[in-house]
């Protein structure tokens, strides 16, 4: 599962299979939701 950078929408990988584009907003910046999950913690 892929997230879309600019709208936080999920994106099946065969959405942007050819063209990497996200298919609500048109941003081109998709990552893959699983490995780069980014945590901050706030102390
Ligand atoms: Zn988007």
Do not use: H, W
């Amino acid at each position: 599962m892929y997230k879309c950078f600019s709208c936080r929408r999920e994106l099946k990988p065969d959405q942007i299979k050819k063209r990497v584009r996200c298919i609500y907003c048109g941003s081109r910046i998709v990552f893959k939701s699983r490995t780069n999950v980014t945590k901050v913690i706030a102390e």
